[in-house]
């Protein structure tokens, strides 16, 4: 018995080391990001977490928050049905990291913002994730059909995703409807992106 305690109480301890940095800056991350959550929940949602591998809480909105994901350099938070939240520490030349913040809103069609931001929450810039090539003609495609989908998709809605086993980020576009006919068509349109992070941004 005190032979399993003790194990359990090491392997909460090495829990807690190894996400300390990325709890950190989520339990110190500005309120005007996370409007859902006052910085007391969003500590009992990582300790809740570290200790039993799942946790919940309920947010300002009368609704629920959860932690889908914690590691040592990544997390991913359920805001409520309509927001979810990534958050991944990167490295840069320096030898410091930087704090890549990922907030999609899900609707019909889900939408991305990235932004980047110091260790001490100072913001750095936003990432432009629609500047990217993400459609393309297929060759058996007339022109015609082509420009007729791809008006289905503008102005287009661009989905994001960080990984949490490595420094990439995926970005595809949203598809905005559910019909069956039209979607298996747009879906020969898309290009989905994997862009690695270089130290500064990502390529």
């Keep these: 018995m005190r032979h399993t305690l003790l194990s359990l109480v090491l392997f909460v301890t090495s829990s807690f080391a190894s ?10 991350i500005p309120d005007s990001l996370v409007g859902y959550l006052s910085r007391g929940s969003r500590i009992q949602l990582v300790d809740t977490y570290i200790i039993t591998g799942h946790s919940d809480v309920q947010n300002k909105l009368e609704g629920r928050s959860s932690i889908d ?5 990544f997390m991913q938070v359920r805001m409520s049905d309509a927001l979810v939240i990534q958050l ?33 929450w100072d913001k ?3 990432i432009d994730i629609n500047r990217y090539k993400l459609i393309e003609k297929p060759d058996t495609m007339s022109s015609d059909r082509f420009h007729e989908l791809k008006a289905f998709l503008m102005p287009m809605l661009v989905s994001a995703s960080l990984s ?5 980020l995926t970005i595809t576009p949203s598809i905005p409807f559910s019909n069956p006919d039209v979607e298996n068509e747009l879906k020969s349109l898309i290009l989905q992106r994997k862009l690695k992070w270089g130290d500064k941004t990502f390529n």
Excluded: N
């Design 88 to 120: 991944k520490q990167l490295p840069t030349a320096e030898g410091d990291s930087v704090l890549c913040l990922l907030r999609t809103f899900i609707g019909p069609a889900c939408e991305s913002e990235v932004e980047l931001y110091s260790m001490s």
């Design 164 to 168: 949490a086993e490595d420094d990439m």
């Design 19 to 28: 996400a300390q940095s990325i709890s950190r800056a989520w339990q110190d």
């Design 124 to 126: 750095i810039s936003a």
């Design 69 to 73: 994901t914690l590691t040592t350099d």
